[in-house]
Nanobody, 127 residues
Framework: VQLQASGGGLVQAGGSLRLSCAASGFFFSNYAVGWFRQAPGKEREFVAAINWSATSTYYADSVKGRFTVSRDNAKNMAFLQMNSLKPEDTAVYFC?????????????????????WGQGTQVTVSS
């Protein structure tokens, strides 16, 4: 069972990055996917989530309108498109999977609902 986030890097403020989350070893299509981030010295926080069928998404207020979460179940992949990046978006980004069904909602912002976690990818936004 594995989740691997990739696609991080260094970008200037206002730029864009697309993160990928590759899943293996479990039936990815049955799982909701969440993205979280952790900045140095801060707690891990919720960023975005997409339900198992890609019919609904949910975002933290801090990224709403700038980030877009998506998935491709045929490829066992999820994505986080990040536009209009700000220095405060600098963090290690993680993807996680939860067997919660139904629409994406506030409950998917809770870390404990996720059973599977991947290693993170660093995103650094320079001012």
């Amino acid at each position: 069972v594995q989740l691997q986030a990739s696609g991080g890097g260094l970008v200037q403020a206002g730029g864009s990055l697309r993160l990928s989350c590759a899943a293996s070893g479990f039936f990815f299509s049955n799982y909701a996917v969440g993205w979280f981030r952790q900045a140095p010295g801060k707690e891990r926080e919720f960023v975005a989530a997409i339900n198992w069928s890609a019919t609904s998404t949910y975002y933290a207020d801090s990224v709403k309108g700038r980030f877009t979460v998506s998935r491709d179940n045929a490829k066992n992949m999820a994505f986080l498109q990040m536009n209009s990046l700000k220095p405060e978006d600098t963090a290690v980004y993680f993807c996680a999977a939860s067997n919660l069904r139904g629409p994406a909602s506030q409950v998917m912002g809770i870390m404990s609902v996720y059973e599977k976690w991947g290693q993170g990818t660093q995103v650094t936004v320079s001012s």
